[in-house]
């Protein structure tokens, strides 16, 4: 069936140092994967996408990498901050247009 | 406004009730999504419109779900008979063509009493 899922519900960070969230995906027909971020009480906000003909893309602070050998997908957030905190979901398209499956999401949670 | 506005952003709800929430997109985009998010969880699809076409439905769990857009724009989910399973933050997005970036709401949350 189709999945999309995160390895770790939780991470924990010091600020300014580099987070690493992680996302494995089962449907091999997944063209184009997203990173949302969601913070308590609002809707996801887009953060950085990258299309399956991509192995690597870069945005402000924030890295997206595409494994479509093992099916993994990874955000690289530099530099974390304070305004990082929050809950992290990967996102690939399903079977017609914004259909997208979600993962759970990670929480991620930056220490001062 | 700038963005997807939904409404109410909380209801409660007995057992049995209808409820009908509201989704206004960004002026001008075409295409309109609604998710169901339970608590702790990612968002699940409902259904997609492209202008006042409902495009697809695959995701509504039953028949007491409907989603309309009579006009291309606002949007409404109805939902009838509530069941405490349909607690959930419903979310409305859109987007200018549906293939690129999906902006989403703040999301209508439901308690089923």
């Known amino acids: 069936g189709e999945s999309v899922g995160l390895h770790l519900p939780t991470l924990s960070v010091q600020e300014g140092d580099n987070s690493i969230i992680n996302c494995a995906y089962s449907?091999?027909?997944?063209?184009?994967f997203i990173w949302y971020k969601q913070e308590s009480g609002k809707g996801p906000q887009f953060i950085i996408d990258?299309?399956?003909?991509?192995d690597k893309r870069q945005g402000q602070r924030v890295t997206v990498l595409l494994n479509k050998t093992v099916k993994h997908l990874s955000l690289q957030i530099a530099a974390t901050q304070p305004g990082d905190s929050a809950v992290y979901f990967c996102?690939?398209?399903?079977?017609?247009?914004?259909?997208?499956?979600f993962g759970k999401g990670t929480k991620l949670s930056v220490k001062p | 406004g700038a963005g997807v506005s939904q409404s109410p952003r909380y209801k409660v709800a007995k057992r049995g009730q209808d409820v009908a929430l509201r989704c206004d997109p960004i002026s001008g985009h075409v295409s309109l999504f609604w998710y169901q998010q339970a608590l702790g969880q990612g968002p699940e699809f409902l259904t997609y419109?492209?202008?006042?076409?409902?495009?697809?439905k695959s995701g509504l769990p039953s028949d007491r779900f409907f989603a309309e857009r009579p006009e291309g724009s606002v949007s409404t989910l109805k939902i009838q008979r509530t069941q405490q399973e349909d607690s959930a933050v419903y979310l409305c997005?859109?987007?200018?063509?549906?293939?690129?970036?999906?902006?989403f709401g703040e999301g209508s949350r439901l308690t089923v009493l």
């Open positions: 997005a859109s987007s200018f063509n549906g293939a690129g970036e999906l902006f």
């Open positions: 990258i299309r399956s003909n991509m």
């Open positions: 449907n091999s027909a997944s063209d184009y």
């Open positions: 996102a690939g398209s399903g079977g017609s247009q914004g259909n997208l499956i």
């Open positions: 419109f492209q202008n006042e076409a409902q495009l697809d």
